[in-house]
């Protein structure tokens, strides 16, 4: 009676939400998809060697970049698959991985640990040094992480769920 009494509008960010909200109490209310937005003018592609410079990473290996509060320590981002990954490719010289929103900053051999990072102009200069981002979540919706990292020319490896393939 509460739902059907209210008079409200349903804005999802992505289509994936839309249709549960189709397929919900709520499939009579009126609803909108209104993507999420970046402000294009900081995530753009910049010059990757700079950034690497810049940021202390190597210029000569294969950056995949992981981006998560919580780092590969989150099971909702699929922590245990980026664990893996970099488990696997821990003998290979050519890859380097940066766990970016990681709960420390450690600097290792094959892995740099950074902290949560606020500042959009360093988050895209991350987007920018690295080759590919893996973004292995198992449950997202229209996840700012990936529209940054496409905006700043960085392809994206990860699950088709939720509203990820948008």
Not at 93 to 107: E, I, M, P, W, Y
Not at 135 to 147: E, F, G, M, Q, W
Request: charged fraction near 20%; proline fraction near 6%.
């Amino acid at each position: 009676k509460t739902y059907t009494d209210s008079n409200f509008h349903i804005v999802t960010p992505s289509k994936w939400l839309a249709n549960k909200v189709k397929q919900s109490i709520l499939k009579d209310k009126p609803l909108s998809l209104i993507y999420n937005g970046i402000d294009t003018s900081i995530f753009k592609p910049h010059n990757k060697q700079e950034c690497r410079q810049s940021l202390g990473l190597p210029p000569d290996k294969q950056i995949i970049l992981i981006v998560a509060k919580g780092g590969v320590s989150n099971p909702w981002k699929g922590g245990n698959y980026a664990q893996a990954l970099v488990k696997a490719f821990m003998g290979d010289s050519r890859a380097f991985f940066v766990d970016l929103g990681g709960n420390t900053d450690q600097d290792g051999s094959h892995l740099k640990t950074v902290g949560y990072v606020a500042d959009q102009a360093t988050l895209a200069k991350y987007y920018s040094a690295a080759d590919i981002l893996l973004y292995p979540s198992i449950a997202d919706n229209c996840p700012l992480v990936i529209l940054e990292a496409q905006a700043c020319g960085l392809p994206v490896v990860s699950f088709d769920t939720g509203g990820i393939p948008e």
